[in-house]
């Protein structure tokens, strides 16, 4: 019998994961990248001698197929993808894969702000703990790389919406869903619906003993969670309710009350400040107690977590001006946060590709706060057009080197120059990682 065949389109971080675990698992394992596949991505797939190609998708040799593992980044309407599921070639993701032999607890997170800062936290709490965990997913190594190198027992699994749209049979012991606001609209046809309908699929295939915690503050959450047909365990937090809840603010104390025992702390002594990361922090403290984690561990791991790099991260004072790195900032609700947490007037630079913008929710904050707007990207005008009545200075600019050096003169001593795009930055740069990285290095330069 000729072994089963899995073609895998996207030589990224996922992709090349999802070779090496297929190739360990004995397929015959063809990987196929339409642009240029990065000198580490090339070297690991020869390495494990795994035929692949560049530059290129060649249909025939994809068609015979018996199942594609789709990089996250490669839409669903896709031209390839569509006349495989025409042809009935199973189209999945590599979680979905990896799913099927990673063993372990699979701690899951996803929502359209805050996922990344909650998935390091959790990690930093199961290792504080000393449980044998890895963070995986859509932060770092992907799960199939996790899991051909070396399995563990706890898994904590970054989830972007892509990554659960190709998701069937794959489950989650512990699912978080944080928040859902318009994010990647233009990946669903600007059909809010359809993004929601996506963001739910991290509670599919759950059973009784699994646990979904979520967010009631949420309006879209609190909408549909309550009647959401989950046999999983709901376990609710919320800042401004406490009836039902398993954890709630009280006279400045987070509390976390899960099976009549409760943890206290002063919301001063966490090392995250601001209203979106006491929602990361409860969620992770939630997930802590349900792994029967000892409540001094929770607390210390609360009060000594390092944040996520890219997530309002602070560079440098230069002459009196904080520069803070938001780099990862990529929507309008992630920015909403950003300004709400700022207590000096603001330089922002913000800008890149606008992925269905509604930079209306922003008005009352930037009059509030922005005093001059940097755009940074190829086309500016949707966003200079939602601000040029309410911001006084605005400047364009097509480099980092010369948006932090415009910044920089707008901004005065005991003031902050914000980096905080709401938008994608594949215009410009790699990702926003590099973005962030370039945006630092500039700071650096001043």
């Known amino acids: 019998m000729s072994k089963k065949r899995i073609v895998i389109l996207g030589a990224g971080e996922s992709g090349t994961g999802a070779a090496v675990l297929a190739r360990q698992q004995g397929y015959d394992v063809f990987v196929s990248d339409a642009g240029r596949i990065r000198d580490r991505f090339r070297d690991r797939l020869e390495k494990h001698g795994i035929p692949y190609e560049e530059g290129e998708h060649s249909d025939a040799r994809i068609l015979e197929a018996d199942e594609v593992i789709k990089s996250p980044g490669i839409p669903e309407d896709a031209p390839l993808v569509r006349r495989l599921r025409e042809k009935g ?141 989950t046999p999983a365990r709901k376990l609710s937090f919320s800042i401004q309710e406490r009836v039902g809840q398993t954890a709630w603010v009280e006279e400045e104390k987070l509390i976390i009350h899960y099976q009549n025992d409760t943890l206290k702390m002063t919301i001063m002594d966490l090392s995250l400040q601001g209203k979106h990361n006491l929602y990361n922090s409860m969620a992770a403290a939630i997930a802590g107690r349900v792994l029967s984690i000892r409540k001094d561990v929770i607390r210390e791991s609360l009060m000594d977590f390092q944040g996520v790099e890219h997530r309002l991260e602070r560079v440098l004072k230069v002459h009196g001006i904080e520069f803070i790195n938001d780099s990862k900032a990529t929507n309008v609700n992630s920015v909403w946060y950003a300004l709400e947490s700022m207590t000096t007037p603001v330089v922002w630079i913000a800008g890149g590709i606008d992925k269905g913008n509604d930079y209306s929710v922003l008005t009352d904050l930037v009059k509030e706060k922005v005093k001059a707007l940097v755009c940074l990207g190829k086309d500016n005008t949707k966003l200079m057009e939602a601000f040029r009545e309410i911001v006084p200075l605005i400047v364009e600019c097509d480099s980092m080197d010369e948006a932090v050096r415009n910044a920089y003169y707008l901004a005065h001593d005991g003031e902050t120059v914000l980096l905080s795009p709401a938008c994608a930055s594949f215009d410009l740069f790699e990702n926003y990682e590099d973005r962030g990285r370039q945006f630092k290095r500039a700071v650096r330069n001043l």
């Open 89 to 229: 070639v199973p189209v999945i993701s590599e979680i979905e894969f990896a799913g099927r032999y990673a063993g372990g607890m699979k701690i899951c997170v996803t929502g359209s702000n805050g996922k990344t800062t909650t998935t390091h936290l959790i990690y930093h709490i199961l290792k504080k703990a000393g449980l044998n965990a890895a963070m995986v997913g859509n932060v770092g190594k992907s799960l199939a790389m996790q899991v051909a190198e070396q399995k563990v027992d706890y898994y904590v699994i970054e989830l972007s919406s892509f990554q659960l749209d190709g998701m069937y049979d794959f489950k989650a012991d512990m699912a978080v869903l944080l928040n859902i606001t318009p994010d990647h609209l233009d990946r669903y046809g600007y059909d809010m619906e359809a993004y929601i309908r996506s963001k739910f699929r991290i509670f599919q295939n759950m059973r009784g003993e699994d646990t979904a915690i979520w967010c009631y503050d949420d309006p879209v959450l609190r909408e549909r969670m309550p009647s959401f047909p």
